[in-house]
């Protein structure tokens, strides 16, 4: 595979950007080539081994093109930052159709025949709850930025309060009232601790996953 090229700097990025707004159609090619080294990194998460799976590189590359296309740099945020979200999001979108697809192929594919010579489906024999794991290993991360930044975000006290009302450390989630009685403050500064902290984390978690 041909080697992918350096990524744009700030000010190089800059500048592409604002000739492809201008209609520069070649800037545009530039900023998606400049970025496919990131593609390639996302897509290595999804395959096995080292190796970078080649239909995923081109549904990712998909994903780069409508984040160049959509990119609003008013926001102040990197291309990448934005280009990321979009390139994940266009490989679950395709990894969920993929495993639907197969899942109804399989489901209606004869596995045996009844008494009477007639064709049974896996369809007709099973009935159990449908296991995503698409989703599941997209929770996975959310979990895992979760656990890695809570400390980073929250102060001592945000934490004690989140952990507790939620029961983030293994024990049952419980009240503000009940809160408040453990330690021995009022209900209202409970209310106020835990919205603030809850905000904290929303703001910087839609930084990552918007």
């Known amino acids: 595979m041909e080697a992918f090229r350096e990524p744009l700097t700030k000010e190089e990025e800059a500048m592409w950007l604002e000739r492809f707004r201008d209609g520069d159609q070649h800037a545009k090619d530039v900023l998606v080539e400049r970025n496919l080294r990131l593609v390639a990194h996302i897509v290595k998460k999804y395959g096995k081994g080292d190796g970078v799976p080649e239909d995923l590189l081109s549904i990712g590359t998909i994903g780069?093109?409508?984040?160049?296309?959509?990119?609003d740099d008013s926001k102040g945020i990197r291309l990448g930052t934005y280009a990321s979200k979009c390139i994940d999001n266009e490989i679950l979108m395709h990894l969920r159709s993929e495993k639907k697809r197969a899942r109804e192929v399989s489901l209606y594919e004869p596995i045996g025949t009844d008494k009477e010579g007639n064709a049974i489906h896996l369809l007709e024999i099973i009935e159990c709850e449908e296991f995503d794991v698409v989703a599941d290993y997209d929770k996975f991360?959310?979990?895992?930025?979760?656990?890695?930044?809570?400390k980073q975000i929250l102060d001592k006290r945000e934490q004690e309060i989140i952990t507790l009302r939620y029961g983030l450390a293994g024990g049952n989630e419980i009240t503000q009232r009940e809160l408040a009685s453990k330690l021995n403050i009022s209900r209202s500064y409970v209310?106020?601790?835990e919205k603030k902290a809850l905000e904290k984390l929303k703001e910087d978690f839609y930084k990552q996953y918007k």
């Open 64 to 71: 780069l093109i409508k984040a160049v296309n959509s990119f």
């Open 141 to 150: 991360l959310k979990l895992k930025w979760l656990g890695e930044k809570f």
């Open 191 to 193: 209310s106020r601790i």
